[in-house]
């Protein structure tokens, strides 16, 4: 029997009671049936939410704990003896450690005076047995305490219950793989008071870290973790370079050169990704600009390995008069704008000068070498998920029947007046852009880009129309939000922004840019967009890109975009994970449903008022 007290200052009565039973016969029902995983996920988050709202009054959390074995006192049991401050939700926490790590408790005392507490747990291990092994008895004692002191962290977890989980496997990893000297600075720094807010945040909002990278490659985990805090969101590229460029020359295979280069790309994308997840000032702008730089390094290097894979091959490519023939790669979609964000595929397009033969010993005409080239870079940078830093090349002359690198000719023949080129592909090309490869050679595709996209020819906004009614047809089930293809989603934003680049940038210059908010920025300077909805969009712009980078974080997938239902917990913990982290969950989820109608509202209203109706 426990005899149970409101806490000090908290409303108490028949309603509040009555909720509590409600709350107690649904947990008992899970448990009736089974569904143990549930019961706890429940019994946490009530947890959570209590210690959040007192999370000010945790300055001692970190006091010692100490804990001796006997195992004289009992026939069956090691009695594990408990001495230290009294802290909120220290019994279950401490219980809860316990049966995380497979220990058994058959009977526990408890005593509590002057915020003193003297617990007792009768215990066994997984087998029924006593706990006999000092070193057995020594993991315990460090696990546990780290575990229940962790359990006041989760206030900062967007998914509490994610996050204990996999602090626990974390815990599991630090013993089995790190020995002796490893094993102790690893403990020194999970004991560190600074340690556990930042894996909360980080453990508890996305599966994919977790799972795909702090499971798989925990040797590099620590260092990254202790590491991050020095080094900037956005180091500079000449020293990404030189620490790129250093790995790769070190190898002596292709395979070992192309391991280092994604390698690299997963250590310093899974950085940037963690201090934008942990650092909750870091903007967006800022965390695009991370990536977007990051990409390119990474595909500059993998460009030029690839050619010195072919070159030995077959020789260099050479132009008909001998010259050596150029190669580029032009950035499209948030890539081309500088845009990327989590989990973020690579748009890419490859150009190159004209036709001509290699000039090695195994000669063969430029457009076969061009396009092993080309197939080449595809296998070379590695998507660990689907998505992520996964190059795409559909944007490209006939789209995925077409080519995969055509000439510049070809090119300046498909995007013209008289090409092939349908509406949304000149659209498309305003965020095209040279990031890798010959320079000359891209600046002559995008000057080529600005004389067909900004020619002046009328846009036909009905055939634009048309496309988005068929997007919200075919993209958007019923019932459901799309935060792209919904009506004011982004992509109402930025088709909005470019049908204005299209028509107005053959007279306006400015405008002819492939970043949104620049080119926002651009068009409220010329008076084509009033300030006030200047301002409606670029909100709008930011707190969607917030939600879909919330969304993803969790599978790292680029395809999710989907809003969870808003009376699930998914929306709840999405909620949290982009910063609405409310005492209430309930209320801060509600908060959130409120700006997302408010802020696609709005954009909804400015288009059609604009364009006309979808």
């Given amino acids: ?17 009555a909720q509590l039973e409600e709350e107690l016969h649904s947990i008992i029902a899970l448990l009736d049936n089974g569904r143990f995983e549930d019961a706890r996920f429940a019994v946490n988050r009530h947890l959570v939410e209590q210690l959040g709202k007192h999370r000010g009054s945790f300055s001692g959390l970190l006091l010692p704990v100490q804990i001796t074995f006997d195992n004289s006192q009992s026939a069956m049991d090691t009695v594990m003896e408990i001495r230290s401050d009294d802290t909120p939700a220290f019994l279950y926490a401490f219980a809860n450690a316990l049966a995380m790590r497979n220990i058994y408790i058959s009977k526990a005392q408890f005593d509590v005076e002057k915020g003193k507490i003297h617990d007792r747990f009768y215990v066994r291990n997984r087998h029924g047995q006593k706990l006999t092994d000092a070193t057995d008895q020594q993991q315990l004692r460090l696990t546990a305490v780290l575990i229940k002191q962790f359990t006041h962290a989760l206030t900062w977890a967007p998914d509490p219950t994610k996050a204990l989980e996999a602090f626990d496997q974390f815990l599991d990893l630090t013993m089995q793989q790190a020995k002796g000297k490893a094993q102790q600075q690893a403990l020194a720094f999970l004991s560190d ?98 990536l977007t730089q990051l990409a390119e390094v990474i595909v500059d290097r993998s460009l030029k390995d690839c050619q010195a894979k072919l070159n030995k091959l077959y020789g260099p490519p050479r132009l008909a008069n001998k010259k050596p023939c150029p190669f580029t790669v032009l950035g ?61 090349v559909r944007l490209r002359p006939h789209g995925g029947k077409g080519s995969l690198t055509n000439p510049f000719d070809e090119i300046a ?39 067909y996209v900004y020619s002046g020819k009328p846009w036909n906004l009905i055939i634009a129309l048309d496309l988005r009614r068929q997007q919200l047809k075919e993209l958007v089930e019923r019932g459901t939000v799309n935060l792209k293809h919904s009506p004011g989603g982004i992509v109402d934003i930025e088709y909005a922004i ?3 680049q299209i028509m107005h940038g053959h007279q306006l210059s400015i405008l002819r840019t492939p970043n949104t908010m620049q080119a926002l920025a651009a068009l409220v300077d010329c008076g084509l967009v009033t300030r006030q909805d200047g301002e409606v969009l670029r909100k709008a712009y930011f707190f969607i890109r917030m939600l879909i980078d919330g969304l993803r974080m969790v599978r790292g997938n680029a395809k999710d975009r989907v809003l969870p239902s808003i009376d699930s917990d998914e929306f709840i913990f999405l909620a949290r994970r982009v910063g609405y982290t409310t005492d209430d969950w309930q209320a801060g989820a509600k908060h959130l449903t409120s700006d997302i109608e408010e802020h696609m509202g709005k954009v909804k209203e400015f288009f059609e008022k604009t364009f006309g109706k979808v």
Wanted: neutral net charge; proline residues 4%; aromatic residues 10%.
């Fill in 193 to 290: 008071k600074k340690t556990f807010p930042l894996l909360a945040r980080l453990l508890g909002a996305s599966d994919f870290l977790w799972e795909d990278f702090l499971r798989l490659q925990y040797s590099n985990l620590l260092p990254l973790l202790q590491d991050y805090r020095d080094a900037p969101l956005m180091r500079p590229r000449a020293t990404l370079r030189r620490e790129l460029d250093r790995q790769v020359t070190q190898a002596k295979t292709n395979e070992a050169r192309k391991a280092a280069l994604n390698g690299f790309k997963d250590r310093e994308l899974f950085r940037i990704d963690m201090k934008h997840i942990v650092e909750t000032d870091t903007t967006l702008p800022d965390f695009s600009a991370a």
């Fill in 332 to 392: 499209l979609g948030k890539f081309g704008g500088r845009e990327l964000g989590y989990a973020s595929d690579i748009e890419v397009m490859f150009v190159y000068g004209d036709a001509g033969r290699t000039g090695g010993k195994n000669p063969i005409e430029n457009s076969e070498y061009f396009e092993r080239l080309g197939h080449e870079l595809l296998r070379w940078i590695e998507a660990k998920q689907e998505g992520i830093f996964h190059l795409d």
């Fill in 1 to 17: 029997m426990f005899r149970v007290l409101p806490v000090p200052g908290e409303e108490w009565g028949s309603t509040q009671q």
């Fill in 498 to 500: 470019q049908y204005l």
């Fill in 413 to 451: 023949k498909y995007y013209s007046d008289r090409g092939l080129a349908a509406p949304f592909e000149r659209q498309s090309l305003i965020k095209l852009r040279h990031v890798a490869g010959d320079a000359a050679l891209g600046k002559r595709v995008e000057a080529h880009r600005d004389s």
